[in-house]
């Protein structure tokens, strides 16, 4: 199969679990098919690494890197109910080679061997004696990188969970806040929707008023009629009074010239 990056994909499984449980085909799409090769780690393989493991170690044979890189497997991918059993054997296997090895393999196995001795045996006096043989036959080259990759380790370890711990109270403090902001933009909202009411009520109010005033103002149109109307009526009667008066006048002169023929 090859890849979108035009480079060949070759897949591999490893593990102690029957190959049939496995899946022997991957398809990514119709067209992208992988079949993996199964590197089988199960009961029988183990075993059979550590007898080719021991017989070369045995007999004194050169033990090449694929060979000790074998220990390390055994001890990783054993089955819980021979764990402790074939540790205790790769440690022996080990104890006999140790010297011979690379730096760099003595360090993978002590550093695998120590960890699986602490991952297994409980019992103090059992696990200070295994630690013990592996320390007393081991380079303080080794050992001291495990030790400063431990601790390396624990100091990670100890960083990851102070900014969980942080990042967890950070997220607590900003939950609160949201609580916080959210009860509070139900308050705005609330006092909005007020608003919004009594604005819709001033409104109404407002338009109410209008209308009066218009009826007002209508009123004082018809009474500014009205008194146009008057006004023009009091004219008409001082006119007709003026005119009376006038006539009287003339009534007093012609009634002083009869009396006085």
């Known amino acids: 199969m090859v890849a979108d990056e035009n480079l060949p994909t ?49 007999s004194n ?48 196995l002590y550093s695998v061997i120590t960890i699986m001795i602490d991952a297994y045996f409980d019992d103090e006096n059992k696990y200070n004696e295994l630690i013990n043989m592996i320390n007393d036959n081991t380079s303080e080259e080794s050992k001291q990188k495990f030790s400063l990759e431990e601790y390396l380790l624990e100091d990670m370890k100890y ?42 009520e001033i409104e109404k109010q407002n338009s109410e008023l209008e209308k009066q005033n218009n009826e007002i103002e209508k009123q004082n149109s018809e009474l500014e009629k009205q008194k146009y109307e008057i006004e023009k009526q009091n004219n008409e009667i001082e006119k007709a009074n003026g005119k009376i008066a006038d006539l009287e006048a003339e009534n007093q002169i012609l009634k002083e010239k009869v009396n006085g023929k």
């Open 10 to 58: 070759f897949i591999v499984i490893a593990s102690h679990l029957n190959e049939e449980k496995s899946k022997n085909l991957l398809k990514r799409s119709p067209s992208d098919i992988t079949k993996p090769y199964f590197l089988d780690l199960g009961e029988e393989n183990i075993s059979k690494r550590l007898n080719s493991v021991s017989r070369i170690i045995n």
């Open 61 to 108: 044979q050169h033990l090449n890197i694929e060979d000790a890189l074998n220990l390390g497997i055994i001890v990783l991918y054993t089955q819980r109910n021979q764990a402790y059993e074939n540790i205790e054997k790769v440690l022996n296997l080990y104890l006999k080679v140790s010297t011979k090895l690379e730096f760099k393999i003595e360090y993978i």
């Open 159 to 200: 960083m990851k969970e102070h900014m969980e711990e942080n990042l967890a109270a950070a997220k607590n403090t900003i939950e609160k806040q949201n609580n916080e902001i959210e009860k509070q933009n139900s308050e705005l909202e609330k006092q909005k929707y007020e608003i919004e009411k009594q604005n819709n």
